[in-house]
């Protein structure tokens, strides 16, 4: 349960600082929303890795978030002692456990299967486009 929890905080810490290095800036940020497919495979995978992980940032801050307080929730119980009886708490927990499995219907049941795959998805992305900047990396210019 303990790796459960870190690594559910590392992937809500790797969820923010991705989402600061993603953005392209004001007059970009919409090329970022959507794949070329019809281009070379390097910058398939880049625009690949920046649209799922725009698309799917919320859903995987959610489980990110909920499985690390699902393992310490002791570090959380500073936001909830704000109802001496705790029913605003004991329905925050139930909305959060309800968001991290999907249970509302069989279709979102379904949806949070496949959206299952984007963490793995954005792995791989994001170790090509790490492994290639060091494979392809040029070398310095020795005359400069």
Same mark, same amino acid.
């Given at each position: ?14 969820? $923010? ?8 800036? &004001? ?5 970022? $929303? ?7 495979? #390097? ?6 890795? /920046? ?8 859903? &995987?801050?959610?489980?990110?978030? /909920? ?5 310490? #929730? ?39 299967? &496949? ?18 900047? &060091?494979?392809?990396?040029? #070398?310095?210019? #020795?005359?400069?």
């Amino acid at each position: 349960m303990t790796v459960n929890g870190i690594g559910g905080a590392s992937l809500t810490l790797l969820c $923010l600082t991705g989402a600061i290095i993603w953005w392209p800036g &004001v007059k970009y940020w919409h090329r970022s $929303l959507r794949v070329d497919w019809r281009t070379h495979f #390097p910058r398939f995978n880049w625009d690949l890795h /920046s649209a799922l992980g725009f698309w799917v940032l919320p859903i &995987v801050l959610i489980w990110s978030f /909920s499985a690390t307080y699902f393992v310490f #929730p002791h570090a959380f119980s500073i936001f909830l002692v704000f109802d001496p009886a705790d029913r605003v708490t004991d329905n925050w927990l139930f909305w959060l456990s309800e968001l991290h499995f999907g249970r509302f219907t069989r279709l979102t049941e379904m949806l949070w299967a &496949v959206l299952g795959l984007a963490p793995g998805i954005l792995a791989f992305t994001g170790a090509f486009i790490c492994c290639r900047r &060091v494979i392809f990396k040029k #070398p310095a210019n #020795p005359y400069k």
